[in-house]
C-alpha cells in the first residue's frame, strides 16, 4: 500500500515536471521557430545588424515620399483606414514631432518645412520586445524586431512601451478597408485584434531583394549591415552628419537621419 | 456554505436581479465588442489604452487593500479588526474577477489570452502580473472560506493557514506593486516614468479601498445587525487618513519635479490634465480640477478628529476621498500618460458608451460577487452569533 503510493507519487512528480518543463521550453523553441518564419534562399540576404540611413536632404517632392510609402504599405497589405484607429508601417511628420526634445530654435526654413520619413526602428533594446507576454514581437538575429500575428494577444503592451509610436493596433477588421482585388498574395493580410508595424521586408530579403521602400526611394535611403566596416551604410554614416529619434531613451534605433 | 445563498430576504433578490439586468447589459454590449472589434471604443492609435485598463488599475488597488485589515490584525494582534477581516477579503475576490473581466475586454484577442502562460516570458511584467493576480485571488478565496468554515463550526482555524496570511500580507504589496511596474518601466511616456509610482499606487489603494469597504459594511450595517464595531471604525479611518495625506503628498512630489525641473516632457502630460492644449481645456481638466478639490477636501474632513469621528459626516468624507482618487487613478492616469502622445502631440481620448456599458456589467460581476459572499459569511456570523 504505502510502496504503491510513493510510487504513483514519483510518476505524478515526474509527469508535473515533463509538463512543465515542456510549458517553458515550448515559448523559446516556438520562438525559435517563428523566427524563420521566411526561409531564406540561397540567394537571401543577411546581416549582422540590418539598418537603415535615411536621406532626408534628398526627398523634395510629395511624391517622393508617397513612392516610399504606397510601396510599402502595397506589399504589405496594410489597410488605410480614415480616423484616429489608423494603421501605418511608414509615414511623414515634422521635425519637431519626429525629434521632439531635438528642436532648434530659428531652424533654416527647409529644415522646419521637410518632412520626415517614420517607421519602426528595429531598435537595439527594444521596449516592444521587452514588454511582449508572449513574445509575440521577438528580435532575430539580424536586428530586426520581427512580429507573429498568430500569438499576438493584442494586450498593445508593446505600444505603450515603444517610445517611437511605430505600432498601429487593428481595431476593426482591416481586411474590410483593404482593396482585396489589389492585394498582394505574397504577404498576409491581419486580423482584427493584433498589433503590425514595419518589418524591414524580412520577406524580402530572404528572398534577396531590398526593402519595398529602399527599392521605391531609388538611392535616397541606404540599407545595410551595420557591422560590416565596408558597407554602404557605414560610408554614408562616415561621411554624413545623421541623428537617431529619442537618444536619450537609450533604444538605440537601427533608422539614421541624414539632416 | 454555499447554500446561504439560496435563502434570502426578497430585497436581496431584487439586488440580485438588479445587479443582473446590469450585468446582462454589459454583456449584451460586448457582443457588438465581439461583432467589431475594439473600434467600438474610443482607444485609438495613440491612445492605445483606455477606460478598460485604468478600471483594472484601479481594482488592483481595492484587492490589495485588504491588507489594511489583515496586517493589523495578524501583526499587531488587533482583535477589533477580526470581525471586518472576511469582508475585506472577499471583497478582495470581487476586486479581483472584476479585474481579470476587465483585462479580458480590453483584450484585441481574448481567446489567446492563454498565451501568456503557454509561452511564459519572464521579462515581460505582464506576465508576473497575471501570476500574482492568481495567485491572490486563491489566497484570499482559500483563507476567507476556511477560517468562515471554521467560525461555522466554532473551532480555531488550522495551522497551516496562518503562514498563508502572513503569506497573503507580502502577496497584497506585490500585486500593487507589479502594476505599477506595468507603467513606471516605460521609457517613452513620462507621466508614467517615475519612481514613486509603485508607492504612489500602494498609497492610493489603501485609502480608497478601506473607504470603499467602510462604505459598504455601513450598508450593511443599515440592512442587517452586523455592526464592524466603533473602535473598529474609527482605527481603520485613521489609517484611510494617512494613507490619503502620503497619496496626496506623493501627488505633490510629482508636481514638484515635473514643474520646477521644467523639463517639458515631465511638464506636458499635468499641463494637459490640469490646462487642456492650445488654450482649449480638454474635458478631463474639469475632471481633475474636481478630483484635486476633493482629494484636498476629503482630509479637511478627515484630519479633524472631531470631525473623522462624526459619524453622520463620515460616509460623506470617504466617498468624496473615492471620488478623488478614482479621478486621480481611473482617468487621470491613462489619459496622462497617452497625451501628449511620443509625437509630442494631442489626441484626445473619450470613453464611448459602448465601453461605459461593458465596463459598468463588469462592475455588476463584481459587485455580484461581492453581494453573494457578504451574505454567506454574514448568514454564517449570524447562526454562529459572532455578528
Ligand atoms: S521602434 Fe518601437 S516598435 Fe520598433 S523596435 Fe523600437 S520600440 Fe519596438
Ligand atoms: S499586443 Fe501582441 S505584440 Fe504587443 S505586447 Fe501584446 S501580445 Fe505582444
Known amino acids: ?259 | 456554505m454555499i447554500e446561504k445563498v439560496l435563502k434570502g430576504s426578497p430585497k436581496f433578490y431584487v439586488w440580485i436581479a438588479f445587479l443582473g439586468a446590469i450585468i446582462g447589459l454589459g454583456a449584451f454590449t460586448y457582443l457588438f465588442q465581439m461583432k467589431y472589434g475594439l473600434a467600438i471604443t474610443g482607444m485609438s492609435r495613440d491612445v492605445s489604452w483606455g477606460f478598460y485598463i485604468a478600471q483594472f488599475t484601479y481594482l488592483v488597488g481595492v484587492a490589495a487593500s485588504a491588507v489594511m485589515l489583515v496586517l493589523p490584525a495578524y501583526f499587531h494582534h488587533y482583535k477589533k479588526f477580526k470581525k471586518m477581516i472576511i469582508f475585506g477579503e472577499f471583497m478582495a475576490i470581487g476586486a479581483v474577477l472584476m479585474c481579470m473581466l476587465f483585462i479580458m475586454a480590453d483584450l484585441g484577442q481574448p481567446q489567446r489570452a492563454l498565451n501568456v502562460m503557454l509561452h511564459p516570458t519572464p521579462n515581460s511584467v505582464m506576465f508576473y502580473d497575471m501570476m500574482v493576480l492568481m495567485g491572490y485571488l486563491v489566497l484570499n478565496a482559500v483563507i476567507g472560506w476556511v477560517t468562515l468554515e471554521c467560525e461555522r463550526h466554532d473551532v480555531a482555524p488550522p495551522k497551516w493557514i496562518k503562514p498563508m496570511i502572513y503569506l497573503s500580507i507580502i502577496w497584497a504589496f506585490s500585486i500593487h506593486t507589479v502594476t505599477a511596474f506595468l507603467y513606471s518601466g516605460l521609457p517613452g511616456r513620462h507621466y508614467f516614468l517615475t519612481a514613486i509610482m509603485a508607492a504612489r499606487f500602494l498609497s492610493s489603494a489603501f485609502c480608497a479601498g478601506p473607504s470603499i469597504l467602510l462604505l459598504l459594511l455601513f450598508v450593511v450595517r443599515k440592512v442587517t445587525d452586523f455592526n464592524p464595531g466603533k473602535e473598529a471604525v474609527q482605527t481603520l479611518t485613521k489609517i484611510i487618513t494617512y494613507a490619503m495625506a502620503i497619496n496626496v503628498f506623493f501627488f505633490l512630489l510629482e508636481v514638484f519635479t515635473a514643474l520646477y525641473s521644467g523639463i517639458p516632457g515631465h511638464a506636458h502630460p499635468l499641463s494637459y490634465l490640469f490646462a487642456g492644449h492650445d488654450g482649449h481645456a480638454a474635458w478631463i481638466t474639469g475632471f481633475m480640477w474636481v478630483g484635486a478639490i476633493l482629494a484636498l477636501l476629503s482630509l479637511a474632513l478627515l484630519i479633524p478628529p472631531s470631525l473623522r469621528d462624526n459619524e453622520n459626516l463620515l460616509p460623506w468624507s470617504l466617498a468624496i476621498l473615492v471620488l478623488a482618487t478614482w479621478i486621480d487613478k481611473g482617468l487621470g492616469l491613462i489619459i496622462g500618460g497617452f497625451t501628449p502622445n511620443v509625437f509630442e502631440t494631442v489626441t484626445v481620448y473619450t470613453p464611448t458608451v459602448p465601453e461605459l456599458l461593458i465596463s459598468l456589467g463588469i462592475f455588476g460581476v463584481g459587485a455580484l460577487v461581492v453581494s453573494i459572499l457578504w451574505k454567506i459569511a454574514l448568514d454564517v456570523k449570524k447562526e454562529a452569533g459572532t455578528l
Open chain 1, 1 to 259: 500500500m504505502k510502496r504503491s503510493r510513493r510510487q504513483f507519487l514519483k510518476v505524478a512528480s515526474l509527469s508535473v515536471l515533463g509538463l512543465s518543463t515542456q510549458l517553458a521550453t515550448g515559448g523559446i523553441v516556438n520562438a525559435a521557430e517563428t523566427g524563420e518564419q521566411y526561409q531564406a534562399t540561397e540567394n537571401g540576404l543577411h546581416a549582422g545588424r540590418w539598418a537603415m540611413v535615411i536621406d532626408t536632404r534628398a526627398f523634395e517632392t510629395p511624391e517622393d515620399f508617397a513612392a516610399c510609402i504606397n510601396a510599402c504599405h502595397k506589399a504589405h497589405n496594410v489597410p488605410h483606414i480614415p480616423n484616429k484607429q489608423e494603421v501605418k508601417w511608414l509615414w511623414t511628420d515634422k521635425y519637431e514631432h519626429v525629434f521632439p526634445e531635438q528642436e532648434n530654435n530659428h531652424m533654416s526654413e527647409a529644415l522646419e518645412k521637410r518632412d520626415f520619413l517614420l517607421l519602426c526602428n528595429h531598435c537595439e533594446n527594444p521596449p516592444c520586445v521587452r514588454v511582449c507576454p508572449t513574445k509575440a514581437t521577438y528580435k532575430r538575429a539580424d536586428g530586426i524586431v520581427a512580429m507573429d500575428y498568430h500569438r499576438c494577444i493584442g494586450c498593445r503592451f508593446c505600444m505603450a512601451g515603444c517610445p517611437y509610436g511605430a505600432r498601429s493596433f487593428n481595431f476593426g477588421n482591416p481586411r474590410d478597408y483593404i482593396d482585396m482585388a489589389e492585394i498582394n498574395p505574397e504577404f498576409p493580410t491581419r486580423m482584427r485584434g493584433v498589433v503590425e508595424k514595419c518589418n524591414f521586408c524580412v520577406e524580402r530579403l530572404a528572398k534577396g531583394l531590398m526593402p519595398a521602400c529602399v527599392e521605391a526611394a531609388e538611392g535616397k535611403i541606404f540599407f545595410g549591415d551595420l557591422t560590416d566596416p565596408e558597407s554602404e551604410v557605414r560610408k554614408v554614416l562616415a561621411e554624413n552628419f545623421t541623428i537617431r529619434r529619442k537618444p536619450a531613451v537609450g533604444t538605440q534605433p537601427g533608422v539614421y537621419y541624414i539632416i
